[in-house]
Each structure stands twice: as structure tokens, then as C-alpha cells.
């Protein structure tokens, strides 16, 4: 069986990861210490490591420098559950951890994580008809018992990306979309980062660390951009994905976007900062005037 070490802290979380790895098939290790997550390696040679954002006596990025300095476990993936540390977090995208995962997480969030990196996993079981339904029934039969769905949404578009190696995934409430946008950039990174807001799904391409296009509320480009980072704002819980992708899944999509990564972020906080300029303007206006009292 596959191996997987987890080195937690927490035992609660810790005894929770390791009975799902379990029941989906890995052979686990867990370890609540980073030297003691370092022993391990070397007794069971993991095909993957999970690792918290503190593992007591260091953090999990400082594990993951001295997992990538031994020559043995150099190329062992390595998934990083930063939380809500954002220097760690911030860390890790510009290192390249093999997939990070920012912000409030599930058990089944990393089992589905660990099976993408090492390519082992149980499909999933088909889903039973409830008693009353149509699931059993024939194709007609259901097309006329269904309602009519409403109309699809306008997709966004999505290039081949590498599913797992490379993978930056977790809520903006762990990193904000500037931060998270610069530290793309930084890295000189080539692939998508898709995002899923209450107001809609949006993306950005990247391409060697330049922002090449954008989409999102029928928007697209510059324009796209900016209403992606201004509904960001006003919902911190959204979730994010960043997958690299070679350059040549980039050619099917269109290049709207040639301004700098620091120059679309500058636009984007003066439009923001005209904004509540003109918010409190128009306060002053409306404000009623008191009345003069002769003394």
C-alpha cells in the first residue's frame, strides 16, 4: 500500500487523518513533533507527507526545506495544511510546495488530495436512488417528471492544467487576492487561478508571472480583473485554486490583459480609493444643514 506521513499536532485531527487515509487504502504513519516526522522518514520512506502549519518544535514549511535539502526525500511530495498562517501560506507559494491548502479544511479534502498527488484512490460509489424517485426509471419517464432547469450560466473557461503537483488551493480569508495575486507573479508561475465567489466563478491566466487574461461576470480582461478583486474584498471566505500549466495550454485562450501585475493593482486601489471618496461626498451632500442661531 501506498504511505503516507502525517505529521499533526493536534491529536484529535491527527487520529482523524490518519483513520480516513486508512479506510481509503494508505499505510499511515503520523507523527506530532517535526523531528519526530523526520525519524519517521527515515524508518518509512512515505510516498507522501501531510503537514500542519506548526508541528510543535517547527512549522511546517521549516519541515519542508529540511524534507527538500536530503538528497532520499528531495522529490517526496509534500502537502502543506497552512490554515490561517499566512506567513507560512505566502511561504509556500513562493517555494513551491508540492500543494498547499490555505484556510478551514476537511479530512476528506486531504484524502482527496493525497490520491491526486500519488495517483491512488477508490472511485466513488454510485449514488442510490431515493424511495419516490425516478432514478430507476426510463430516460423519458424522468425527462418528464424533472422540472425545467433554469438556463446554464456562462462557463468559464478552463485550460489543461496539472491536477495536483504545484497546486495552491484554500479560502481568501488565509491570503486576500492582491497577496495572493503578487505571490504568483513573484514565482514567475505559468497556469489558472480559478476562483468561486457568491456572485459568481471567475479566473485569471497566468503566464511566466504576467496576467495575461481574465474572466468573471461576463466581464473579461482589465475589467474582469478589477471586479474580480473588488467583490474579493467583501468575501473573505471564498475559495481559490492556482494549478500550473505548461505554455502550451495557453494558447487556446485570448490575451486581454498586457499591464503588469503592479500596475493592474495599482488601477485597481485608485478606483477603489475614488470610490470612497465619492461615497463620502455625496454623504457631506446629502448630510441636512443645521440651522444658523443668532446669538
Not at 501531510?50 to 519542508?64: N, P
Amino acid at each position: 500500500m501506498p504511505k503516507v506521513l502525517v505529521a499533526v499536532a493536534d491529536a484529535d485531527k491527527r487520529f482523524a487523518l490518519q483513520q480516513e487515509l486508512q479506510a481509503a487504502g494508505y499505510e499511515v504513519s503520523v507523527a506530532p513533533s517535526g523531528s519526530f516526522a523526520l525519524t519517521m522518514l527515515e524508518w518509512d520512506r512515505p510516498d507522501v507527507i501531510v503537514s500542519a502549519a506548526k508541528v510543535d518544535d517547527m512549522d511546517g514549511y521549516e519541515l519542508f526545506t529540511l524534507v527538500r535539502r536530503d538528497p532520499i526525500t528531495k522529490d517526496t511530495p509534500f502537502i502543506l495544511l497552512a490554515g490561517r498562517d499566512r506567513p507560512i501560506a505566502l511561504a509556500a507559494a513562493e517555494t513551491g510546495v508540492d500543494m498547499t491548502i490555505t484556510g478551514d479544511f476537511t479530512v476528506a479534502t486531504v484524502v482527496s488530495r493525497v490520491s491526486e498527488l500519488i495517483g491512488h484512490g477508490r472511485a466513488p460509489e454510485p449514488a442510490r436512488p431515493r424511495p419516490g424517485s425516478t432514478a430507476g426509471a426510463p430516460a423519458a419517464a424522468r425527462a418528464a417528471a424533472a422540472p425545467a432547469a433554469p438556463p446554464a450560466p456562462p462557463t468559464v473557461p478552463v485550460i489543461a492544467a496539472e491536477p495536483a503537483r504545484g497546486s495552491f488551493q484554500g479560502s481568501l480569508g488565509a491570503m486576500d487576492l492582491p497577496e495572493l495575486t503578487q505571490v504568483i507573479a513573484l514565482g514567475g508561475k505559468t497556469g489558472q487561478l480559478s476562483l468561486g465567489l457568491s456572485s459568481g466563478e471567475g479566473m485569471i491566466t497566468f503566464e511566466r508571472g504576467r496576467v495575461v487574461h481574465a474572466v468573471f461576470a461576463g466581464k473579461t480582461g482589465e475589467a474582469a480583473f478589477g471586479a474580480l478583486i473588488l467583490a474579493s474584498q467583501r468575501e473573505t471566505e471564498a475559495r481559490f485554486c492556482f494549478n500550473r500549466a505548461e505554455g502550451e495550454a495557453l494558447a487556446a485562450l485570448p490575451r486581454t490583459i498586457s499591464r503588469s501585475v503592479e500596475q493592474l493593482l495599482l488601477n485597481v486601489a485608485k478606483e477603489i480609493d475614488e470610490g470612497t471618496q465619492g461615497a463620502a461626498g455625496r454623504r457631506d451632500t446629502a448630510a441636512p444643514s443645521r440651522p444658523h442661531r443668532e446669538g
